[in-house]
T-cell receptor
Framework: GAVVSQHPSWVICKSGTSVKIECRSL??????MFWYRQFPKQSLMLMAT?????????EQGVEKDKFLINHASLTLSTLTVTSAHPEDSSFYIC????????????FGPGTRLTVL | TQLLEQSPQFLSIQEGENLTVYCNSS?????LQWYRQEPGEGPVLLVT?????EVKKLKRLTFQFGDARKDSSLHITAAQPGDTGLYLC??????????FGSGTKLNVKP
């Protein structure tokens, strides 16, 4: 149980284009989903917290107009990187919580974004 | 500035040795989680601790939550090459927001 999927697993795009990443909880309803960014050999940096049906809460320094998050249902959240630039290249990982009272989060496999 | 500091950052040991990874913060957390991550994959949850002083064992792994709920440790007994990976702690606020530690990269040589 507690399986989270991400799609796509990797994407290469041209500078200036937008990229959408999907995060799905496959066997449970996620009351909260989180989006993280991870640079090579570094830890995960929390970008935003998303609750179903409400606006995402962004961490300080994360541009909400650049990283659009939509959490339309209890099993799906999307992250859209708008007008991507090479510095947006990174490993983006989502997690979903809501399995138990501790709100343990279960992670997707990540999406490798490369902006040329 | 990292909210949670892990030490050591890197650890390379021989198979069979014991090791301890530390996760320290000045903040009090409602819960603390430990994860293991392989390159190119998402982190996998190992354990969640919620009570100050709590100790949990998972086969050769022993997790402890500090009495003040500000720090935690992960002890691995008789490490094996399969334990190689990036170990991450994550502190939770009100069970609704989590911040990750700086990570400890473990390499266990056969």
């Amino acid at each position: 149980g507690a399986v989270v999927s991400q799609h796509p697993s990797w994407v290469i795009c041209k500078s200036g284009t937008s990229v959408k990443i999907e995060c799905r909880s496959l066997d449970f309803q996620a009351t909260t989903m989180f989006w993280y960014r991870q640079f090579p050999k570094q830890s995960l940096m929390l970008m935003a917290t998303s609750n179903e049906g409400s606006k995402a809460t962004y961490e300080q320094g994360v541009e909400k107009d650049k990283f659009l998050i939509n959490h339309a249902s209890l099993t799906l959240s999307t992250l859209t990187v708008t007008s991507a630039h090479p510095e947006d290249s990174s490993f983006y990982i989502c997690s979903a919580a809501g399995v138990n009272a501790y709100n343990e989060q279960f992670f997707g496999p990540g999406t490798r974004l490369t902006v040329l | 500035t990292q909210l949670l500091e892990q030490s050591p950052q890197f650890l390379s040991i021989q198979e069979g040795e014991n090791l301890t990874v530390y996760c320290n913060s000045s903040s009090v957390f409602s819960s603390l989680q430990w994860y293991r991550q392989e390159p190119g994959e998402g982190p996998v949850l190992l354990v969640t601790v919620v009570t100050g002083g709590e100790v949990k064992k998972l086969k050769r792994l022993t997790f402890q939550f500090g009495d003040a709920r500000k720090d935690s440790s992960l002890h691995i007994t008789a490490a094996q090459p399969g334990d190689t990976g990036l170990y991450l702690c994550a502190g939770g606020y009100n069970f609704n927001k989590f911040y990750f530690g700086s990570g400890t990269k473990l390499n266990v040589k056969p």
